[in-house]
């Protein structure tokens, strides 16, 4: 019903910037809330930041100041613009939609894109 697939997952040295991007497409009525979860083995996937359909934004302490998450609604698209980037931020991303499917919300996931901060 509801296709979710990230890009933008890669290789980058400390201190450096990646950008994240996620479009949802299918058969829904509406995107509600997006949302940037990570997870590295061994530990639940956390969130990262979140962004509501109206625009309100929540981040992990972790990442507040050097990430970005924004959205495009009329393309059902999130970004998640990481900078100064740490080893520790190191995981698989995966991005959460809540869309609106008949007359319930659900939330679809993507396939998840691995981020790799090292030197």
């Known amino acids: 019903q509801v296709l979710v697939v990230e890009s933008g997952g890669g290789l980058v040295q400390p201190g450096g910037s990646l950008r994240l991007s996620c479009a949802a497409s299918?058969?829904?009525?509406?995107?509600?809330?997006l949302g940037w979860y990570r997870q590295t083995p061994g530990k639940e996937r956390s969130l990262v930041a979140a962004i509501t359909r109206g625009g309100t934004t929540n981040y992990a302490g972790s990442v507040k100041g050097r990430f970005t998450i924004s959205r495009d609604s009329a393309k059902n698209t999130v970004y998640l613009q990481m900078n100064s980037l740490k080893p520790n931020d190191t995981a698989v991303y995966y991005c959460n939609a809540n869309a609106r499917v008949t007359n319930y919300n659900a939330d679809y996931w993507g396939q998840g894109t691995q981020v790799t901060v090292s030197s």
């Open positions: 299918g058969s829904f009525f509406s995107i509600n809330g």
